[in-house]
Every structure is written in C-alpha cells, then in structure tokens.
C-alpha cells in the first residue's frame, strides 16, 4: 500500500508554545490529505481537510486560528497547534488518497503539552 | 446523518476461538465500507473496501462480508498477533467525495 509518513511522533511541550506536525506522501503525490484527532479508546475524529495549493477545509467545531494547516507542496501537509494548551494534548494522525479509493494512514503523532 | 456503530466494544478471545465483529451503518446510500487494524499508538493499517450488499473479502485469517446495513469481519482461529482495534468506516453518496465516518472500533485481545 501507499506510504504517509508523519514527523515528529512524539512531541512534548510547553503550554502556550507552537507545535508543528509535518505529513509526508512518500510514493504519490496527494492533492488532498486529511488530518485526524483521536482521543484515548475513541475513533478517529476528522479535523479537516488540506488541499494542495489552496486553504484547508475545517469541520464544524475546530477552530482555523488554533489548528494552522499548510499544504504548500503535492507530497507535504503541515499542521500547527499554535498557543498549545493541555486541553490540545491528543494523537493526531494524516492520510491520503494514492488514487484509489483507499486512505492510507501516517503513524501518528502523539502531542502532549504540559 | 451518516452513522457508524460497532460491537462488542471490547473482545476477549482465547487462541484459536473464531468470532466475529460487527459493523452497523446508517448512510444515504453507501459509497464504501472500509475495515482498518490498529494498533496502540499507531496509525491505522488498511484491511479490506466493500462496496455492494453480498461481497466478501479475505486475508489470512480475516473475513468481511457486507449487507445493506451491516458488515462483520470474521476471525478465524486467531493468534495473539491479530489483538488489536478493529476500526470501520463508511463513505456515503452524499458526502464530500474524499471523506469517510468512523466507528468507536472494536478493541480485540487474543490471549495465548
């Protein structure tokens, strides 16, 4: 199957600085990856949608200002939890299409902010 | 509203005990189910696509079969590898092309 990396997997940091989650296809190129949010023993909530070259779509309750996400190349999506609280502390994971149907996931990133 | 239900929350197996997982949908029409594994701390790992009522899947020691409301992923004689969250997830007809809805999961332990 496809490869999505994400950088870095673990992440600690403090309350009110800036945490920058990188997502990479690394065999296709993706013109629309997805970022997720999942909670301890909960399912995967969807956060919002990033296509290449233009702005992100968010879904209702997430708020553009806190999460920044940049898609600024056909291989690479960005995610920014600006102003982190611990509130933000979570696992956030990326996808993409290959041109199938089919998401293929990253490994994660496990954000904690004290 | 598309929605997604899975059961048992949680699973105990004992080694070599078949069983079954299920998925209950409520879609306006279904684009495609997908099964996922995942694993603690990781993302999750694509298992099958089912697209029409009646069509069936396998891998190993994996099955998923689909109805027009419901699909169950089937383990047969499993190991300890196979504990893990099953996760499902649907795409309907009237949702953003890309995106899909997903189940709580259902968390298996296969215990030697």
């Known amino acids: 199957g496809a490869v999505v990396s994400q950088h870095p997997s673990r992440v600690i940091c403090k309350s009110g600085t800036s945490v920058k989650i990188e997502c990479r296809s690394l065999?296709?190129?993706?013109?629309?990856m997805f970022w997720y949010r999942q909670f301890p023993k909960k399912s995967l909530m969807l956060m919002a949608t990033s296509n290449e070259g233009s702005k992100a779509t968010y879904e209702q309750g997430v708020e553009k200002d806190k999460f920044l996400i940049n898609h600024a190349s056909l291989t690479l999506s960005t995610l920014t939890v600006t102003s982190a609280h611990p509130e933000d502390s979570s696992f956030y994971i990326c996808?993409?299409?290959?041109?199938?149907?089919?998401?293929?996931f990253g490994p994660g990133t496990r954000l904690t902010v004290l | 509203e598309d929605q997604v239900t899975q059961s048992p929350e949680a699973l105990r197996l004992q080694e070599g005990e078949s069983s079954s997982l299920n998925c209950s949908y409520t879609?306006?029409?279904?684009?495609?189910l997908f099964w996922y594994r995942q694993d603690p701390g990781k993302g999750p790992e694509f298992l099958f696509t089912?697209?029409?009522a009646g069509e069936e899947k396998e891998k190993e020691r994996l099955k998923a079969t689909l109805t027009k409301k419901e699909s169950f992923l089937h383990i047969t004689a499993p190991k300890p590898e196979d504990s893990a969250t099953y996760l499902c997830a649907v795409q309907g007809l009237k949702t953003s092309y890309d995106k899909v809805i997903f189940g709580p999961g259902t968390s298996l332990s296969v215990i030697p």
């Open positions: 879609v306006s029409g279904l684009r495609g």
């Open positions: 089912l697209y029409s």
């Open positions: 065999d296709f190129q993706a013109t629309t």
């Open positions: 996808s993409s299409y290959s041109g199938s149907d089919t998401q293929y």
